[in-house]
T-cell receptor, first 115, second 113 residues
Framework: EAEVAQSPRYKITEKSQAVAFWCDPI?????LYWYRQILGQGPELLVQ????????DSQLPKDRFSAERLKGVDSTLKIQPAELGDSAMYLC?????????????FGPGTRLTVL | GNSVTQMEGPVTLSEEAFLTINCTYT??????LFWYVQYPGEGLQLLLK?????DKGSNKGFEATYRKETTSFHLEKGSVQVSDSAVYFC????????????FGPGTSLSVIP
């Protein structure tokens, strides 16, 4: 069964350092999402791609976060510099485009701890 | 703006008990409604969905009915199992071409033997 892949699964870093997360969506899924999930809360959308284009990054802290999906397939989310408040689970999801009711398929997430 | 409210957890039930997790929403128009489940150490996965009023979504013994008059989408299961222990998220999507999903805060369920 096709799955969304993410790496690393866990990342510990010190504040002010740079971190990067990688996501490989299910083959053929044009829409890719990055979410941040703080412990005890629901996922919050950071950025959404349609193919290689960003269609929603209204909640992305652009002074320190960046995301790219250069060839419209896999994607990288970067944080530079990391802050203590960035400690969270970062989830990637993908879905087919064109369907009004998209099922989003989630990866296992990357748990980030900033010390 | 759009939002989702869920009953606070954690919820602890004995095996074979009846489960209800309340979910209400605020949205304009006619959103689609979802329940996602997150098992320990895993990502979220879609449990069930409903796309219009009075629709009933069902899967793995879980059910939820889209009630527009009460803006609710309560999750129910007649007899829970230990394997149902997880965090359950209610969510909505406006169903626009960019399909943004808004999640509730989640309700943690523990089922004890």
């Amino acid at each position: 069964e096709a799955e969304v892949a993410q790496s690393p699964r866990y990342k510990i870093t010190e504040k002010s350092q740079a971190v990067a997360f990688w996501c490989d969506p299910i083959s053929g899924h044009a829409t890719l999402y990055w979410y941040r999930q703080i412990l005890g809360q629901g996922p919050e959308l950071l950025v959404q791609f349609q193919d290689e284009s960003v269609v929603d990054d209204s909640q992305l802290p652009k002074d320190r976060f960046s995301a790219e999906r250069l060839k419209g397939v896999d994607s990288t989310l970067k944080i530079q510099p990391a802050e203590l408040g960035d400690s969270a689970m970062y989830l990637c999801a993908s879905s087919l485009a064109g369907d009004r009711v998209h099922e989003q398929f989630f990866g296992p997430g990357t748990r980030l701890t900033v010390l | 703006g759009n939002s989702v409210t869920q009953m606070e957890g954690p919820v602890t039930l004995s095996e074979e008990a009846f489960l209800t997790i309340n979910c209400t929403y605020t949205a304009t128009g006619y959103p689609s409604l979802f329940w996602y489940v997150q098992y320990p150490g895993e990502g979220l996965q879609l449990l069930l969905k409903a796309t219009k009023a009075d629709d009933k979504g069902s899967n793995k013994g879980f059910e939820a009915t889209y009630r527009k008059e009460t803006t609710s989408f309560h999750l129910e299961k007649g007899s829970v199992q230990v394997s149902d222990s997880a965090v359950y998220f209610c969510a909505l999507s406006q169903g626009t071409s960019y399909d943004k999903v808004i999640f509730g805060p989640g309700t943690s369920l523990s089922v004890i033997p």
